[in-house]
């Protein structure tokens, strides 16, 4: 070819027309890949594959907070300003109410309802309207004109705004789909759980008052029948969950373990002692400090002889005074039993279907501190069917509960 033709790159190794010497500024191509590869700049590995599952659970979790947020936001707005303004403006009320300040904003979000209905995005009658089409500052702007409207309904409004403040940076990186670290989304969870409650959301779940209702939970908590939370260690648990949080309040309290340790190392006896005069009827079942289980356990662990059934003793002899200063001492009943010991579970208000249970099994190197944790709202789970028989089929409190009741049945009291 002449000197104006395209110059072909030299090709590999043992083909005909190769050359060690390559002409200065030749590109040469790119080598075959091995099948199944899509080449080095575009495939993934497993720590690529986890960051970005991990990138998807966590904007997947904001969204479905973000979306409570806005859906019951936009409800309070129109339950507020569409009685002002909808007598004079009809359909128009959105628009009249952002006034000539949010003319840009309202007109853009007519704009896109516009275009939704000519290509058949409104799959729901009931978005039909301008308001549905306004976004979570939007929204807040129109509670912040016209605030003398809400302030019958919402005691703070720097609260509302500061919560606001919050959600907007999760708002802003879930919509752009960038990483969203667990701190900020710890922080738009508690934003919005703390929003939804001045909002007024109310709630038919009692547990709440001690374990708030997660929006994951409340959404999807079918999947996973009656387990709300699971905790690596007893550690997390209580970062997250207090022993306040677990106990107080409880007008019933069934305890079974070896030593009974989140209860009697973490809820002081004078707590205890308010707790029953008020009317917490409470029942621990201890593991027999005598027994030989006690013994198998501590070679599992490889405690000292006598180790382990003294620090059960001392929890018992604890429990037992906390009992002697009691107006009504039934109402704290301490029985122990000499079985193998499998589980440790507190269950509160465990009779009815608002009550919680922190449970771990027992792992044979693994002290209770160390030991996983699960925590379980009873009557959480979200029945799909009409027949009654399947209230209980995939639920794990009844079993622990159950299971509870045979084992103090066959316990001896301790006087």
């Known amino acids: 070819m002449g000197s104006g033709g395209l110059e072909l790159p030299p090709g590999d190794d043992g083909h ?33 594959w986890l960051e970005v599952r991990t990138r998807a659970q966590r904007a997947g979790r904001a969204y479905i907070w973000l979306n409570l947020v806005e859906q019951r936001l936009r409800a309070v707005v129109a339950a507020v300003l569409r009685p002002v303004y909808e007598p004079v403006h009809g359909d128009e009320w959105v628009v009249a109410a952002a006034g000539p300040a949010g003319q840009e904003w309202v007109q853009r979000a007519v704009a896109v309802r516009e275009v939704s209905r000519r290509k058949g995005y409104l799959l729901d009658p009931a978005d039909d309207n301008v308001i549905s089409f306004l976004t979570l500052p939007q929204l807040r702007e129109l509670m912040v004109q016209h605030w003398p409207c809400f302030a019958p309904y919402i005691d703070e409004r720097r609260d509302v705004e500061l919560a606001l403040d919050e959600l907007e940076v999760t708002r802003n ?35 709440a008052r001690r374990l708030p209702v997660d929006a994951v939970e409340d959404l999807v908590g079918d999947r996973y029948a009656d387990v709300v939370a699971v905790h690596s260690d007893r550690v997390r648990l209580l970062r997250q969950f207090p022993a306040e949080d677990i106990f107080g309040g409880a007008r019933r309290l069934d305890a079974v373990g070896i030593g009974l340790n989140l209860l009697v190392q973490n809820f002081s006896g004078r707590r205890l002692v308010r707790m029953a005069e008020a009317g917490c009827r409470v029942r621990l079942l201890f593991l027999n400090p005598a027994s030989s289980a006690v013994k198998r356990r501590e070679r599992e662990l490889g405690l000292k002889r006598g180790e382990l059934s003294r620090s059960v003793e001392m929890n018992i002899l604890h429990m037992r005074r906390v009992r002697a200063q009691l107006r009504d001492p039934g109402a704290f009943e301490i029985q122990v039993y000499d079985d193998t010991p ?59 509960r159950e299971e509870f009741e045979l084992m103090w049945t066959d316990a001896r009291p301790v006087s």
């Open 342 to 400: 499998r589980f440790t579970a507190y269950l509160v208000d465990g009779d009815g279907r608002d009550g919680i249970a922190v449970v771990q099994s027992y792992l044979r190197r693994s002290r209770g501190m160390e030991v996983p944790v699960m925590v379980l709202r009873n009557g959480s789970k979200v029945v799909k069917s009409d027949d009654p028989r399947a209230l209980d089929d995939s639920v794990l409190f009844p079993t622990y």
């Open 16 to 48: 005909e027309g190769s050359s060690a010497n390559i002409p200065p500024g030749a590109v040469s191509l790119a080598r075959p890949m091995d099948a199944g590869s899509i080449g080095p700049e575009l495939d993934w590995d497993a720590d690529a």
């Open 173 to 207: 990186v879930v919509s752009r789909n960038r990483a969203l670290s667990e701190a900020v989304l710890n922080q738009a969870e508690r934003a919005s759980a703390r929003l939804l409650e001045i909002l007024g959301t109310g709630g038919d779940v009692p547990s």
